[in-house]
Structure formats: C-alpha cells, structure tokens
C-alpha cells in the first residue's frame, strides 16, 4: 500500500519561501499513470488544489498560485517538494500530498485521490 508522509517547518516568516517534502513508500512516484499532488486546508476553509507532479515529471498548477508555486522530485529519494514563495499570513494551512491514478487538475474531493499524507501545519507569522 501506497504511503506518503508530509515534512517541513511549521513556522514559516512572511516573504519567505516555503519548502515541504512529501517521502512516498510502497509505490514509485515514476510509476504509470500516477500523479502526484499537494493541496491544502486553511483554518474555517475547504480543500484547495495547488498543483500535481505526473508520472513523466510534468507539473501543472492552481492559476491563482501558479506564480508563486513549483513542484519538483527527488527520484532516487522517491521525494516529490513543494515551494511556495512570498508567504503571507492567508498562507498559513494545513498542507497534504496525495496521489491519484491520474490527473485531478483542480479537483478538491478527497473521494478523487487514493492515498493521502496525514498533512503538515504550517503557520505564516512573523
């Protein structure tokens, strides 16, 4: 069974960049035809999908977060990361990565994934 396992700071200053790494067990985050995505939770808000790394490496993003978002792997660590720069504090979430057997651009329903990390608080304050 597929395993995925958020990790980064949990307190990040406004400006900065933020850097999350999600570790996968039990699957190959170059495998066909999965897809790999990180979203997140704002305090009192629904799910937001940020962006999705596929199988073959293609990235594809939130339009009102492309700007600011990129997403890259680690194959030999089998690490897929995140980086969000200029935070602010409407920032601050709890972020998740999750996988699908494809593409979910946009798609907020945690139905639509089949395996989620726990998520990872992170806080936006200075």
């Known amino acids: 069974q597929v395993q995925l396992q958020e990790s980064g700071p949990g307190l990040v200053k406004p400006s900065q960049t933020l850097f999350l790494t999600c570790t996968v067990s039990?699957?190959?985050?170059?495998?066909?035809?999965?897809?790999w995505n990180w979203l997140r939770q704002p305090p009192g808000k629904g799910l937001e999908w940020m962006g999705v790394?596929?199988?073959?490496?293609?990235?594809y993003y939130s339009p009102s977060l492309k700007s600011r978002t990129s997403i890259s792997r680690d194959t030999p660590k089998n690490q897929f990361s995140l980086q969000l720069s200029s935070v602010t504090p409407e920032d601050t979430a709890v972020y998740y990565c999750a996988c699908a057997d494809g593409l979910r651009l946009g798609v907020t329903d945690r139905g639509e994934y089949d395996y989620w990390g726990r998520g990872t608080q992170v806080t936006v304050s200075s």
């Open positions: 039990g699957g190959s985050i170059t495998s066909t035809p999965y897809a």
């Open positions: 790394l596929a199988y073959d490496g293609s990235t």
